[in-house]
């Protein structure tokens, strides 16, 4: 594609733009590690909000939505739709939480819950586990998907990218501390939203397509469904049913954990009260599954009159590697035809939202592998210069690692089903260890090795020849890895009482799941209410569900389905406008006398 000078200085200046924050707040980041991966503890609801849903929108998103409708329609997006399910989960019943904790990293957890040296190794391994190879793996996969837009647009080969996106990376989230990403993000959210509208609005102008009613009536109406078709059963049971009755709770995937983990965690734990990591995970999951999907699947449903076939793609750019030529090319593919100046836009706005994923990954990522692995085992009498420092070197190392992962990868859908298959059947007990003092930390450990353990089995057998549908695999994975670990909880010693009693008045947990500990403690019930977290949780997924089929229904040209979605829609916000205050009541200020209870790292860097 053709680069005007006009869409060049676009580029630059948008770019410039985005790397203001990081230069202004490499000071402060660099003052401290609870400055440089939580920023100080003082970031509001809006930023945290914005931030989440920046991060998520990364460069393989719109990729991975345009791949999931080619290939089995729009039904098919209940894969990452379902996972709704766990992010409202995480807004009423865990935000808070994990604000009480106090903790600098979600792996800190580990120490304030788990006693002994059993938890010491779930707190490093899953330093290493996430940090480095799931982290990796998702970067890989962002840098896939940037390689592969790069290759349509730029015409450049994917060495030349990567090379490009890891120096930039590198001297962006070196610098810039958890500040500077936040801040950051929401500069790039406005601009990768506006790219992604106007790629929709110019992909239905095409002649193939012919605006949005020449798009739904020349599509198949069986790839606009919003359920899928319930006479394949096969189809049904992995794209819609599985998703969600056993998915969303059971897996474990960065960005939709439950009960909340990795950069959301993170996030809430960077909001300077509880009222502020409620809110700002409740802004995330409006905006992610209700404001951003919609635009992807135009341009994916345009796609697919323009490209009918792999063939199509590859005819029109010869230039591109034929590795790179799949479904999820398409959507950078239908950006062609964007006009002078927009085209710019949408290249800073895909840049923009490149960065921000991979800025947020290297810090999570680099939080783990410094502070829960380097400072907790190797190194811990050093100050906080030190940390830091060590810091921005591993955050160099993890870009160079994850662009060398990036020549394996094959497709973002790849990448995509790699997690859930490795995640498959630990979700349960990252719900239920806040909510029953029994868990302990071999618990965890089960989990995470039999889960691993029956992903490998799957992997290779399919190498083998033997196909498992991806369903299967994951009943039986969840199935049971949830045997294994709650046998392990009763055949293993319980955490050590003192440690249970702490983390009880450090966090308050309602319900009776911890009605021993709470006895032993004498302190009065806990402020939660889990009838109302569970009533939120109802009327926050209604309301988002009905904001996001609503305006399909619209689109779609079908105006009594979009009225009683609508309806709906107006109901349960109604609802939750009633209902939200009340959580901000219940959140209690910071009580005095615990400052014992303030892990050690926050105690060294206050």
């Known amino acids: 594609m053709h680069l005007t000078p006009l869409d060049w200085l676009i580029v ?24 440089f991966f939580t920023s100080g503890r003082a970031a509001p609801w809006w ?40 992010g409202m989960a995480t807004v009423f019943f865990y935000a808070r939480l994990w604000r009480r904790s106090r903790v600098l990293t979600d792996l800190e957890f580990y120490e304030i819950r788990y006693s002994g040296k059993p938890a010491s190794f779930v707190r490093g391994f899953r330093a290493i586990y996430l940090g480095l190879f799931f982290n990796c793996v998702i970067m890989a996969s962002v840098n896939l998907a940037a390689a592969k837009i790069a290759a349509v647009l730029l015409g450049w080969p994917m060495t030349k990218t990567l090379a490009i996106c890891t120096v930039l990376n590198i001297a962006f989230a070196a610098i810039s501390g958890l500040w500077g990403v936040l801040v950051t993000d929401l500069i790039q959210f406005g601009i990768a939203m506006t790219g992604a509208f106007a790629a929709a609005y110019y992909a239905l102008q ?8 020449g798009l739904m009536e020349k599509i198949d109406p069986a790839t606009l469904q919003l359920l899928p078709d319930f006479g394949d059963w096969s189809l049904t049971l992995s794209v819609l049913i599985i998703p969600l009755t056993i998915q969303w709770w059971s897996v474990w995937y960065p960005g939709a954990e439950p009960g909340g983990g990795s950069y959301i965690a993170q996030r809430m734990l960077a909001a300077r009260s ?169 618990s965890e450990v089960a989990a995470m090795a039999s889960s691993f353990l029956l992903a490998v089995c799957f992997f290779v057998a399919g190498k083998l020849g033997v196909a498992i549908p991806s369903h299967v ?56 209410s889990l009838p109302q977290a569970l009533l939120g949780w109802v009327l926050g997924c209604t309301f988002i569900y009905a904001a996001l089929f609503g305006a399909g ?54």
Do not use: C
Request: charged letters at 15%; zero cysteines.
């Open 12 to 35: 630059i200046a948008t770019t410039a733009l985005s790397f203001l924050p990081a230069i202004l707040f490499a000071k402060r980041a660099g003052s401290s590690t609870a400055e």
């Open 553 to 606: 229904s619209f689109l779609y040209g079908r105006t009594a389905q979009g009225t009683l979605w609508a309806v709906l829609f107006l109901v349960s916000g109604a609802g939750l406008l009633r209902l939200v205050p009340r959580f901000w009541s219940a959140a209690e200020p910071e009580p005095a006398g615990l400052a014992e209870q303030v892990p050690a790292s926050e105690a060294d860097a206050r």
């Open 274 to 442: 509880e009222k502020d990591a409620f809110a700002g995970t409740l802004l995330f999951n409006v905006a992610h599954y209700a404001l951003r999907p919609w635009p992807w699947i135009i341009v994916a449903l345009a796609s697919m009159l323009v490209y009918p076939e792999l063939s199509d793609i590859a005819r029109a750019f010869p230039y591109v590697d034929p590795r790179l030529i799949g479904h999820d090319m398409a959507y950078p593919a239908m950006l062609r035809f964007l006009p002078a100046g927009f085209l710019g836009l949408m290249i800073a706005g895909l840049l923009a939202a490149y960065v921000s994923t991979i800025s947020t990954h290297l810090n999570w990522g680099t939080s783990y592998l410094v502070h829960d692995l380097y400072r907790r085992f190797i190194r811990p009498d050093a100050d906080e210069r030190h940390y830091v420092w060590v810091g921005r070197i591993v955050t160099a190392f993890l870009m160079i690692l994850a662009a060398l992962l990036t020549f394996v990868l094959e497709s973002a859908r790849q990448s995509f089903e790699l997690l859930l298959s490795v995640g498959a059947g630990t979700g349960l007990i990252y719900l239920l260890r806040w909510f029953w003092w029994r868990i302990n930390a071999w």
């Open 473 to 528: 695999s994951l009943i039986a994975t969840v199935a049971a890895t949830s045997v294994v670990w709650l046998a392990v909880t009763y055949l293993t010693p319980p955490t050590d009482r003192e440690t249970l009693e702490r983390f009880y008045r450090l966090v308050r947990p309602a319900g009776p799941g911890w009605r021993p500990i709470a006895a032993a403690t004498g302190l009065p019930s806990s402020p939660d």
């Open 206 to 213: 095409h002649p193939a397509v012919g605006g949005l009613s």
């Open 47 to 86: 930023l945290i909000g914005v931030s989440m849903v920046a991060t998520t929108f990364s460069t393989d998103t719109p990729n991975l939505v345009t791949n999931l409708v080619r290939e089995k329609g729009v039904a098919n997006n209940w894969a990452w739709w379902a996972f709704l399910l766990t």
